[in-house]
């Protein structure tokens, strides 16, 4: 709850004959809650028809059971979305459909294209083809962007042989760029796609009788399926009666998020064949090593804290204890779209526990801060609860650069670390003291290589090249000289 960022999108896909699948993808979509809150949707097919169902709003509120009994079918994908800022429409909510040739397709997104530009400018030469001009271009659309690049394609294809849409991806991935982890159909086949640095993940699990694809492991679990690998990075998993196809668009060189090992993935995820949960704990206690403290309880902010927090307590050999009772029932902070009400969010949720605090030294752990606002509440809500002396622990390095690949962490201006010091930034919490994880010891608790991950909100080291002009206002704090180069590439970002 620490990390003030608007989440990534969730995805899910299933296949499997015989059987109707909504109600798995409700429930996947459930385990993949924490990744979007905005809408929901789901998308199935029956062999003949593809049907679309999305709402506003949690899963569980977007669908019911005569929602559910509408989506008819074996096939079919779904998708739960945060939008960025001023886009919380239901337009653009997934999965996105399109019709095509005879039939139709839809798709499922997670991630952030960042060659919409150059993309919109094909398509704008089609008339009806695309609504937005290039120049309109935003992230909330590049998901659409997708569908009608491949929908283009189908107006450019052959006679079919029933496997269009697998031609169709096998031209068009190639041309995108950025951060997609991909969920599609057509009316009979599931295809899984992962970015060639998988920035996101994705991953194939087995049930019984069909396959699933899905965001994380955990949404794996909910439905009985086992995982089988991840998708890799570069690759098309196409899923039919004939089984599994695997199709290499592009060579991989993996990426992936190290903030879903931080804060995004759900704990009970695995990442590159590795507990989120048992790395946070080892976050926490490379935290302990690098940055002890004089206290008398190690707590978390709940709940994306705790890990760490255990990790702490453990490596330190302090009590770990609770300083606050979390309210299950409130979403999190970021659902509430502006920062006065992110402010008022926090004692709504977090309510301090003064008999476990009263007169103590307290270290709080928290996986990451990136606005900030959510943090300065609760070392307000802590010393106001009787805590004597508060020392910050952060299990992640400063926040400094926003993600272009599908984390909504706002303009540069709006990240704390952008331009504080630590210090600066412990004087304007008002903590007694206040330490980052280092980022070799972060990637040292994920036990996965350094040259795996994306680390480019620590390091402004952005592995895909990121347009300048779609992010003048995000990055305005760059110097002139970034400015007249008109991209970020990877070697010039480095700071
Ligand atoms: S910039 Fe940060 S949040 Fe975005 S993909 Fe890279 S590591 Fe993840």
Same mark, same amino acid.
């Given at each position: ?132 001009? %290039?120049?309109? =271009? ?5 998901? +659409? *962007?997708? &569908?009608?690049?491949? $929908?283009?394609?189908? @107006? ?68 009985? %399926?086992?995982? =089988? ?5 570069? +690759? *098309?998993? &196409?899923?039919?009666? $004939?089984?599994?196809? @695997? ?249």
């Amino acid at each position: 709850m620490g990390s003030d960022v608007r989440d990534a999108c969730g995805v899910f896909g299933i296949y499997a004959p015989g059987h109707m699948v909504a109600n798995q993808i409700y429930l996947g979509l459930f385990a993949l809650q924490h990744r979007g809150q905005e809408s929901a949707g789901i998308a199935c097919s029956d062999g003949d028809t593809i049907t679309v169902i999305k709402e506003m709003g949690l899963v569980a509120q977007a669908f019911d059971d005569v929602k559910l009994a509408a989506l008819d079918g074996h096939i079919g994908i779904g998708h739960v979305r945060y939008s960025t800022t001023g886009s919380s429409e239901w337009r653009n909510a997934q999965p996105i459909f399109r019709s095509v040739a005879d039939g139709g397709i839809a798709l499922g997104h997670n991630g952030n294209l960042t060659n919409t530009t150059e993309l919109a400018e094909v398509l704008g030469t089609l008339p009806g083809m695309f609504e937005h001009s %290039a120049t309109e =271009v935003d992230s909330t659309s590049d998901s +659409e *962007l997708i &569908a009608a690049l491949l $929908a283009q394609e189908f @107006s450019n294809g052959e006679d079919s042989d029933g496997r269009d849409l697998e031609r169709a991806l096998t031209t068009v991935l190639p041309k995108l760029s950025g951060a997609f982890s991909l969920v599609l159909i057509d009316e009979a086949h599931l295809f899984g796609v992962r970015d060639p640095h998988g920035i996101r993940p994705l991953v194939l699990g087995r049930t019984d009788g069909g396959w699933v694809l899905a965001s994380e492991t955990a949404a794996l679990d909910i439905v009985g %399926a086992h995982f =089988v690998r991840e998708v890799e990075p570069g +690759e *098309l998993v &196409a899923i039919d009666a $004939a089984g599994v196809r @695997s199709i290499r668009y592009a060579d991989p060189t993996p990426n992936l998020c190290i903030f879903e090992f931080v804060y995004i993935a759900r704990p009970d995820t695995q990442l590159y064949g590795k507990s989120v949960h048992l790395a946070r704990q080892r976050m926490g206690e490379e935290l302990a090593r690098q940055a002890p403290a004089d206290a008398d309880m190690v707590m978390p902010v709940p709940e994306s804290g705790v890990p760490a927090a255990q990790g702490y307590s453990r490596a330190s050999g302090i009590a770990y204890g609770d300083g606050f009772v979390k309210n299950r029932y409130v979403g999190r902070t970021f659902i509430q779209p502006d920062q006065r009400q992110r402010g008022s969010g926090v004692r709504i949720k977090l309510n301090p526990i003064a008999a476990n605090l009263s007169g103590k030294k307290v270290v709080v752990v928290d996986d990451s801060i990136v606005r900030g606002t959510t943090t300065r509440q609760i070392i307000t809500v802590l010393r106001e609860a009787g805590a004597v002396e508060v020392h910050f622990r952060v299990s992640s390095p400063p926040y400094r650069w926003p993600c272009f690949y599908g984390l909504d962490t706002g303009e540069r201006a709006d990240l704390l670390a952008a331009d504080m010091s630590v210090g600066e930034i412990q004087d304007f919490l008002g903590v007694d003291s206040l330490a980052y994880l280092d980022l070799d010891r972060l990637v040292a608790a994920t036990e996965v290589g350094h040259e795996s991950f994306c680390s480019a909100c620590f390091t402004g080291n952005y592995p895909v090249a990121v347009p300048l002009q779609d992010t003048k206002l995000v990055l305005e704090n760059r110097s002139a000289a970034d400015h007249d180069f008109g991209q970020i590439l990877p070697e010039q970002s480095a700071q």
